[in-house]
T-cell receptor, first 113, second 113 residues
Framework: QQQVKQSPQSLIVQKGGIPIINCAYE??????FPWYQQFPGKGPALLIA?????SEKKEGRFTISFNKSAKQFSLHIMDSQPGDSATYFC????????????FGKGTHLIIQP | DTEVTQTPKHLVMGMTNKKSLKCEQH?????MYWYKQKAKKPPELMFV???????INESVPSRFSPECPNSSLLNLHLHALQPEDSALYLC????????????FGSGTRLTVV
């Protein structure tokens, strides 16, 4: 599987701050880019996803920025709260049929009160 | 119903046991997946079923045997597992022709003793 590189590996932000997590991909056939949030002992939960025909998408406090030419995308969390502390995974897929997701290695995010 | 339901939530089995993991969804998704997740790692794709037919097997050892009895159910049969197979096993489903709606269950925490 083609790689999706995710950074940083861990991140500590004060409450109300804006954590930013970045991902880069190689496979230009990818056309679906979701972000998942995972709490300990739980399965990944879809937060937000984007297609490469848009440069930005917002859902509530979560925003994806997408740069197709650079093959990069990022997650911003506005007004972060301690309840946002979790592991975040970016992923990508070809989207053209039943296909597995290629995941980044994850970012362990801690929001301090 | 927007959920993927996995049972059991926890399973402890000996290396000579035979057990099965079950997954169910009623979202009309025609693609279903098994993933394996080790601690602090991203999910790794094991199997993909598309319209109840196995379409992707990511070189998984034969001690893992998937089964898709119908469009709503997915099983993973386990036999002669090793301690290193201990992990969180995740089921997911999505629409057949797109990765949109890719939804994970909460997983089965498997411990092999």
């Amino acid at each position: 599987q083609q790689q999706v590189k995710q950074s940083p590996q861990s991140l500590i932000v004060q409450k109300g701050g804006i954590p930013i997590i970045n991902c880069a991909y190689e496979n230009t056939a990818f056309d679906y880019f979701p972000w998942y949030q995972q709490f300990p002992g739980k399965g990944p939960a879809l937060l937000i996803a984007i297609r490469p025909d848009v440069s930005e998408k917002k859902e509530g406090r979560f925003t994806i920025s997408f740069n197709k030419s650079a093959k990069q995308f990022s997650l911003h969390i506005m007004d972060s709260q301690p309840g946002d502390s979790a592991t975040y995974f970016c992923a990508a897929s070809g989207g053209g049929g039943a296909d597995g997701l290629t995941f980044g290695k994850g970012t362990h995010l801690i929001i301090q009160p | 119903d927007t959920e993927v339901t996995q049972t059991p939530k926890h399973l402890v089995m000996g290396m000579t046991n035979k057990k099965s993991l079950k997954c169910e969804q009623h979202m009309g998704h025609r693609a279903m997946y098994w993933y394996k997740q080790k601690a602090k790692k991203p999910p790794e794709l094991m199997f993909v079923y598309s319209y109840e037919k196995l379409s992707i097997n990511e070189s998984v050892p034969s001690r893992f045997s998937p089964e898709c009895p119908n469009s709503s159910l997915l099983n993973l049969h386990l036999h002669a597992l090793q301690p290193e197979d201990s992990a969180l096993y995740l089921c997911a489903s999505s629409l057949q022709d797109t990765s949109y709606g890719y939804t994970f269950g909460s997983g089965t925490r498997l411990t092999v003793v």
